[in-house]
């Protein structure tokens, strides 16, 4: 219980406010892997006792900590670290000065030519006031014409179906967690899934119940066997791409998921945002459409800074959806939406989807030459892998000796669906940097690190 304390009382002579250190020596043992996530911390009261120093100092280290999402605190049962240990830190690239590896983005760059000149289109072709009023709930008619022309370039069925849109992906995961279920439900995910996922759970009150997964992603026995002991509500489902082991399910495969889903009357929420990247597959909802829920953005396929989604549901559930989207963030930005258009009406979406297709498959390459000998999972066209790492590495000690050389990845430990986690791993992203040199330089690093070991490093 006390052995990530080691080394505070040197701490504490060099630090003389005693909460500041108590909480460097807290989040260095989180970030080191002396403290792993789902392990539970001392009471306070007894922590204060064990280091002599007043309880209303533990007390304000603990919400510093809940706050800086290194802990999380049950009531009645204690706290316990975060399943997703300082997931901000990893999204605030911009703080590090340093190559980071930890962020699946598209090139944006790629596609600066086809933006600037849609936005100088934009400010000469339509009243700017226009884009700065209120839209009608659903979008307007020609946002939802936008919608329906996009989503016929993907592999779902969309006639007979409402289309609402919302503000990108992971505000259409919040939709529809809070659409089709309650607090208490149980939620299937993938065992390693999305963080967004995670932090909705935690902070709705739902339960995930991690499923076991294979090289096409989930596993159908898995998901039943789920479906028997808990009352799963819903499940959230990646079958293209998956984040972050890049699994992809084949239509047999989706099929059997689907298969569950009818058999269990559970709802299936079909997260497609990698789904332009296997565009010769159908989208698992076909195979389930009136307990289905398909999800897409344009945040991967262009720009994650448009903020645009779109969910595709049974008609039956349409108000509902809108009206949890107005109740949440009333409308999505005019001015994107219009942006939006314009890309996808000009054919420019598709080129850029391309582009970025082609950029993906290059470095992918790349990695394939650099990570010779690393065990690893990939798609020939994927914008990040699933490295696995030899013994004795854990994830949090590889990521954190990483970064002290100058590399950002995730640590497999944001992913964990529950406190289990059985893999040593990290996901890296290879379209995250501006340059292939960048890469290159950030994937022998990697490759380095993975074969020195943690006591040679």
């Known amino acids: 219980m006390w052995t990530w304390l080691t080394g505070f009382e040197k701490l504490q002579q060099k630090q003389s406010v005693i909460y500041k250190a108590l909480y460097q020596q807290l989040e260095s043992a989180i970030q080191q892997g002396a403290l792993r996530a789902g392990d539970k911390l001392p009471p306070q009261r007894q922590l204060a006792q064990h280091l002599n120093i007043a309880l209303a100092t533990v007390t304000r280290v603990y919400k510093m900590a809940e ?8 009531v009645g049962k204690g706290s316990f670290v975060s399943i997703c240990p300082v997931l901000p830190q990893a999204i605030r690239a911009q703080d590090y000065q340093c190559i980071n590896l930890s962020i699946i983005k598209p ?34 008619l020609t946002d939802q014409q936008t919608a329906r022309d996009w989503l016929s370039q993907r592999n779902v069925d969309i006639e007979g179906r409402g289309i609402s849109i919302c503000s990108g992906a992971q505000h259409g995961l919040m939709v529809l967690i809070n659409s089709l279920s309650g607090y208490g439900d149980h939620i299937a995910v993938e065992k390693y899934c999305y963080p967004g996922i995670i932090t909705l759970a935690n902070q709705s009150g739902r339960k995930l119940v991690g499923i076991e997964m294979d090289q096409q992603g989930m596993l159908p026995k898995s998901l039943e066997q789920a479906c028997k002991k808990h009352s799963i509500k819903m499940l959230v489902v990646v079958a293209s791409h998956q984040n972050p082991t890049t699994a992809v399910m084949s239509k047999a495969r989706r099929k059997a998921i ?49 903020r645009i989604g779109y969910i595709v549901c049974p008609t039956s559930f349409k108000q509902r959806i809108d009206d949890e989207i107005r109740n949440s963030i009333w409308m999505p930005v005019p001015l994107t939406l219009a942006l939006a258009t314009r890309l996808i009406h000009s054919g420019q979406s598709l080129k850029i989807q391309q582009l970025q297709s082609q950029l993906a498959t290059q470095r992918q390459k790349l990695a394939s030459q650099l990570l010779a000998g690393c065990d690893y999972l990939a798609q020939p066209n994927s914008y990040h892998l699933w490295l696995k790492l ?21 640590s497999a430990d944001y992913f964990c669906a529950q406190y289990q986690q059985q893999t040593a ?18 994937l022998k690093r990697i490759r380095r690190l993975v074969f020195a070991g943690p006591n040679d490093s």
């Open 67 to 74: 706050q800086q999402g290194l802990i999380n605190a049950k």
């Open 107 to 140: 090139q944006v760059a790629l596609a600066e030519t086809f933006l600037a000149e849609q936005l100088k289109a934009l400010s000469e072709q339509q009243p700017l006031t226009d884009l700065m009023d209120y839209n009608p709930d659903g979008g307007s």
């Open 390 to 410: 030899p013994h004795p590495w854990s994830s949090e000690q590889f990521s954190h000796e990483l970064k002290r050389q100058g590399v950002l990845v995730t």
């Open 425 to 442: 791993a990290v996901r890296i992203s290879v379209m995250a940097t501006q340059t292939e040199q960048e890469l290159s330089y950030a």
């Open 258 to 306: 689907a298969a569950i889903v009818k058999k269990y009357s559970i709802w299936m929420v079909d997260d497609d945002v990698y789904g332009f990247l296997s565009a010769d597959l159908p989208a698992i909802s076909n195979f389930a459409p009136q307990q289905s829920f398909y999800l897409n953005s344009l945040s991967k396929s262009m720009f994650p800074g448009l």
